[in-house]
């Protein structure tokens, strides 16, 4: 195979001419993926897990690594160009509410790598399908949830529950390999009423620091040394994620991320229910 990629020795044979311009699909994937980065303030990464186990056949646990690393360039890079437009400025005053969710989303991030390290792979294949229909449903009814702002909380009461709330979304980001934005981004304007694009650069920020926990988690265990061998197609994902990060920031200024959001959720419904006829197909 070219551009020494070893794809085949995966769970099972990918088509051979995605196995021979393997690297022109790793460029291309990573930048229809990470265009959401930058839009929205989403990883891409519940877009690229389907693409790694489906269409280049890589097996569960290194795909979830390999999603990990590609979505800590994008997140790294999103919050860097959303910087040109003076995002990051706005970010100071609400510094505390990002530490509020990140003390909940690194423990959950910690303890969801231990869990995703122990499953067997269709177990685990299963648990990822299930919080891709969750995340897919959290972005169909994000109108919904918008408009159900919580006004008046008692600020004890806030700060448990943005605990409560960064646990369970570390808990999806460690275990699917993503930056967990889907849930960020609709917790900041449910419980902290943080308007949409402001709510995309902070949960940016916040994913940042946890995607890096979940890296180093899975970093001890021996799925990580395996992963080694995809190296070559990380670095095309990784700079077209790049590319992709930088064409959402630039259209962030001119496209409203309400219907855009939907189509995602729709799509993201769709990649589930193709993970999960993939896993019955091989069994």
């Known amino acids: 195979m070219?551009?020494?990629?070893?794809?085949?020795?995966?769970a099972s044979t990918p088509h051979p001419l995605v196995a021979r311009y393997a690297a022109l699909w790793a460029f291309v994937w990573g930048v229809c993926i990470a265009i959401p980065g930058g839009l929205i303030g989403l990883g891409g990464a519940e877009f690229r897990l389907p693409v790694l186990l489906g269409?280049?056949?890589i097996r569960v646990a290194q795909a979830v690594i390999l999603n990990l690393m590609t979505s800590l360039v994008t997140v790294t890079f999103s919050l860097i160009f959303r910087s040109q437009f003076g995002y990051l400025e706005r970010l100071v005053l609400h510094l505390p509410v990002a530490l509020n969710l990140?003390?909940?989303t690194l423990v959950g991030s910690y303890t969801g790598s231990y869990i995703a390290s122990r499953l067997r792979e269709g177990v685990?294949?299963?648990?990822i399908a299930l919080c891709l229909i969750v995340l897919s449903g959290t972005l169909i009814a994000h109108d919904f949830i918008f408009q159900v702002e919580l006004d008046n909380i008692p600020s004890a009461l806030q700060i448990i529950l943005g605990i409560i709330a960064?646990?369970?979304i570390g808990l999806f980001s460690s275990i699917l390999g993503v930056a967990g934005s889907?849930?960020?981004?609709?917790t900041l304007i449910l419980l902290f009423s943080i308007e949409i694009k402001l709510a995309g650069s902070l949960s940016l920020l916040v994913s940042f620091p946890t995607l890096l926990l979940g890296l180093l988690r899975y970093s001890r265990f021996p799925q990580f040394g395996e992963t080694k061998r995809y190296v070559p197609l990380f670095v095309y994902l990784a700079a077209g994620s790049i590319a992709g990060a930088l064409l959402g920031s630039l259209l962030l200024q001119y496209i409203s991320g309400t219907q855009l959001t939907v189509l995602l959720?729709?799509?993201?419904?769709?990649s589930a229910t193709?993970?999960?006829?993939?896993?019955s197909a091989r069994t």
């Open 2 to 10: 070219s551009q020494g990629f070893q794809l085949a020795k995966s």
């Open 55 to 57: 269409f280049f056949r």
């Open 102 to 104: 990140l003390c909940g």
């Open 124 to 127: 685990l294949v299963r648990v």
């Open 166 to 168: 960064g646990i369970v």
């Open 182 to 186: 889907e849930l960020l981004i609709p």
């Open 265 to 270: 959720g729709i799509i993201l419904l769709i």
């Open 274 to 279: 193709r993970l999960l006829s993939h896993r």
